[in-house]
């Protein structure tokens, strides 16, 4: 994971050490000046399916519906038939033909080494997919109750600083562009001068980075521009 | 629970389909492999005919090969059968104290806990899932967030009124929930 690396550092989670009484995430509440009292709960044990940086984790259903499905057939195929030849039928048709071709195409056949790089992609696919999180268009919040988990969906954070934004005078459009780890916000002005514009955007968004209550808040980069002749 | 053996099957999966397709595809580019393993050179065949047919005359080979695929047909469809349902609580254990208990329709608590917090401030829609077992349930809830409200506050206000609510008139001692937050689309508009 890189390091977040915006114009606001007191949002990194990852803080050093210094002269504060908390050592945790909830300094960011704290820092406020909130006597919120949410924030001295025990601290929260990890739950089921989450890691330390409290990510949710899927549940991974889509595949395993399919992999499910797709052994289903599979091996039922194999019974149904091997059942038939045994009750004396003859074997199907792709038996034999799936039997033959084994036999015959030698390992530098083009088709089997197609086959064997195919197989090799997907196996890599299903283990990246049973190690990782996925989930990435949630990010979690931070725990204000033991009990209870948050995650915010990425549009709706985007959304939040894009309102925002918009709300400081001067600023004409925003663009917000949110990554897991930070949030690119490209505001354009029409008038006032820029440099006051950013400062208030600064104010503003970090501002509402707080309230997003995000367990591991985005860095910000803010740009202000005028706007162009072409992007309106 | 589900979570991890989905994980592990897929992972189990994708790792056979790796070990057989790269040893395939090592040794049908020309690799070596060491003897023992079931092809020899980049002329060798997948699954020659003798391989195939090798055991067909022993006694015990039919039946295992049956029972294999027996056993792998019935745990593929558990495992379909276990991903599709979608398990949802019918009705909670209230303990009332004087060691009867009532059941309380689950249904009838999701769409309480859900209508209190579509009453929330900042809330515009809200839908709660009700999972877990009957004694020790646990929630999910899905908020859906006015133009202009606060996703922090929005959760702080779920979990000291609707959730805290639904836990102590439900008896339980905890409740313990997932919260998924989305946000109503709206254009870019000054409140002023």
């Known amino acids: 994971m890189s390091e977040p690396q915006g114009s606001d550092g007191s949002n990194s989670t990852q803080r050093l050490p210094v002269l504060e009484k908390t050592s945790d995430t909830a300094a960011d509440t ?46 039922g195929a194999f019974l149904y038939d091997i059942t038939a030849v045994r009750a004396d039928r003859p074997a199907m048709s792709w038996r034999k033909s799936l039997a033959r071709q084994l036999a015959e ?15 090799v992609a997907l196996g890599a696919w299903l283990l990246i997919l049973a190690a990782t999180p996925g989930l990435r268009g949630v990010l979690p919040m931070r725990r204000t109750h033991v009990d209870v988990r948050a ?25 917000v562009r949110m990554t897991r780890t930070r949030a690119d916000i490209r505001a354009v002005s029409h008038f006032r001068e820029l440099d006051d514009v ?18 591991r808040p985005p860095a910000l980069s803010v740009r202000v521009g005028r706007p162009g002749p072409k992007k309106g | 629970m589900q979570r991890i053996v989905n994980r592990v099957l897929l992972g189990l999966a994708g790792l056979a389909l790796m070990v057989t397709g790269g040893s395939v595809l090592a040794m049908g580019l020309g690799g070596s492999w060491p003897t023992w393993w079931i092809h020899d050179d980049k002329k060798d065949v997948l699954l020659s005919n003798a391989e195939r047919t090798h055991y067909r005359d022993a006694g015990w080979w039919w039946p295992t ?34 060691g009867e208990g009532a059941l309380l329709r689950g249904r009838a608590m999701e769409s309480a806990v859900a209508g209190e917090a579509a009453r929330l401030e900042g809330v515009a829609r809200a839908q709660v899932t009700l999972t877990g077992r009957r004694t020790a349930p646990e929630a999910r809830v899905q908020l859906l967030l006015q133009p202009h409200a606060s996703p922090g506050d929005a959760v702080v206000r779920l979990t000291a009124e ?31």
């Open chain 2, 65 to 98: 090969v049956l029972a294999v695929l027996a056993v792998l047909v019935l745990l593929s469809l558990w495992w379909l059968a276990a991903v599709l349902r979608r398990r949802r609580l019918t009705e909670v254990l209230v303990d009332t104290g004087d």
């Open chain 1, 30 to 75: 704290t820092g406020q000046g909130q006597p919120s009292s949410a924030a001295y709960d025990p601290l929260p044990i990890l739950g089921a399916g989450e890691d330390r940086n409290g990510r949710f984790w899927s549940a991974r259903r889509v595949p395993a519906t399919v992999l499910a499905l797709l052994l289903l057939v599979g091996a």
């Open chain 1, 198 to 215: 950013r400062a208030d955007l600064d104010d503003v968004l970090a501002d509402a980075v707080r309230g997003l209550g995000l367990s």
């Open chain 1, 105 to 119: 195409r030698p390992l530098d056949d083009t088709w089997v080494l197609v086959g064997a790089g195919v197989a």
């Open chain 2, 162 to 192: 609707a959730l805290t609510n639904a836990r102590d008139s439900a008896g339980l001692k905890s409740l313990p929930t997932e919260v998924d937050l989305r946000a109503v689309k709206h254009r870019a508009e000054r409140v002023s």
């Open chain 1, 151 to 175: 995650g915010l969906h990425r549009a709706a954070a985007a959304m939040v600083l894009r309102d925002r934004a918009v709300e400081v005078s001067g600023v004409q459009s925003v663009q």
